[in-house]
DNA sequence: TTGAATACTACGAGTTTCGTACTATCTTGA
DNA sequence: TCAAGATAGTACGAAACTCGTAGTATTCAA
């Protein structure tokens, strides 16, 4: 916890700049037809990490309105990406798990996903590569 | 430009994940009532790094269908702050500007954006601060 | 000078988000 | 035990946003 220079500080938001907007161009190109919204394939993936979670508990995660997330779970119902089923216990709950077809969408979101990490790694040399693993396992998992 | 192995791309897709998810957080936080929609403060952005530009320029490097920007366009000039003026060497043209008040969010934007950059800094020590530095540089430098 | 290209706008359809109001179910405490 | 409140989710409609089609105005080019 080094509180950074100011010249570091804005350092760091152009190199930033130029990285997000890279990636963002990569990212739109890889874009396939099918693909889900942003929200969906967030609520997806939290899904398939939380098999039998509730709506709540995604909507709280992913910090969205209710009525929001009962839109995204009925769309991915209706292409059979995931299952919405009541549970036994408590039958207001409903308990969402990934479909195999889902499960594909899955692995395919996050082969998209590596790939952009591997174009990243590929600008590096060996020791570089693991040196910007190192840090930005650091700044994730540094607490606010 | 070596390839990465395997074990360093999932190392970094999933501390990227925690990277992306933590600062996504932050960002929402910090949002307030008055923000722009992401169109329109990267619209109002390139603006601001290109003044007079047409809407087509930004149409194209923001990768939307044109009649997007010109609602993104209209968007701002409704909200003070931008301006769209014809131009005299070519009439079908627009040179877009920004107001002062488009100025100050512009500021606003980039301030909260650094904001974002400082705390990532924070987490590291002096050395490691200037080597995130220069690895983004050199991923964001480099040509796809 | 006329036909194609360019820069942009008007309009409308489709999608998404979200607030309000609702149903169904559980929990709690008198 | 049972009534009041809390909780999980849905139905519906309004507002915002993106984008395709069709159009206007202007410039370019042969």
């Known amino acids: 916890m080094t509180e950074p220079t100011q010249v570091q500080v804005e350092q760091l938001t152009r190199a930033f700049e130029r990285f997000t907007r890279r990636f963002k161009v990569a990212e739109a190109a890889a874009a396939t037809d099918n693909a889900l919204n942003a929200l969906d394939a967030e609520t997806l993936v939290f899904i398939g990490n939380n098999p039998g979670c509730g709506m709540g508990d995604v909507a709280r995660y992913l ?40 499960r594909q969408a899955i692995d395919d979101h996050v082969a998209a996903y590596r790939e952009l990490c591997r ?21 994730a998992g540094t607490q606010a």
């Open 63 to 102: 910090n969205v309105a209710l009525t929001t997330m009962s839109s995204a779970i009925d769309r991915l119902v209706r292409r059979s990406l995931i299952e919405r089923r009541r549970t036994e216990d408590d039958r207001r709950s409903l308990a969402l798990t990934v479909t195999h077809k889902g």
């Open 119 to 139: 174009i990243m790694l590929r600008s590096l040399d060996p020791r570089e590569q693991d040196e910007l693993i190192r840090l930005t396992e650091k700044i």
